[in-house]
Nanobody, 119 residues
Framework: QVQVVESGGGLVQPGGSLRLSCAAS????????MGWYRQAPGKQRELVAV???????RYADSVKGRFTISRDNAKNTMFLQMNSLKPEDTALYYC?????????????WGKGTLVTVSS
């Protein structure tokens, strides 16, 4: 069984920073890509940033220059450093893991961590 768990969300003032973490544990053989997505109230889930096993990175235009994604392949963990946060960054942030367990490709989601940007 594989688990994906996010942490690091919270309440922060506009202009502040937060660092999100995502840990994948269990019987994962390999991870191809890890990504952060977010869903604000009343809106669809959207891509924030994604990083491949070869460290190819893609960001949503709305977070470029403010957010930085990184990963520790040895520990199956991923991070999202969020700086200069804006109220429109308020959302439930989800971790996505695409990889493989023995004999099976998997596409896994965590339950999310809430980020609230408000004064």
């Amino acid at each position: 069984q594989v688990q994906v768990v996010e942490s690091g969300g919270g309440l922060v003032q506009p202009g502040g920073s937060l660092r999100l973490s995502c840990a994948a544990s269990g019987s994962i053989v390999s991870i191809d890509a890890m990504g952060w997505y977010r869903q604000a109230p009343g809106k669809q889930r959207e891509l924030v940033a994604v990083i491949s096993s070869g460290d190819m990175i893609r960001y949503a235009d709305s977070v470029k220059g403010r957010f930085t994604i990184s990963r520790d392949n040895a520990k199956n963990t991923m991070f999202l450093q969020m700086n200069s946060l804006k109220p429109e960054d308020t959302a439930l942030y989800y971790c996505n893991v695409k990889g493989a367990v023995v004999g099976l490709a998997v596409d896994l989601w965590g339950k999310g961590t809430l980020v609230t940007v408000s004064s």
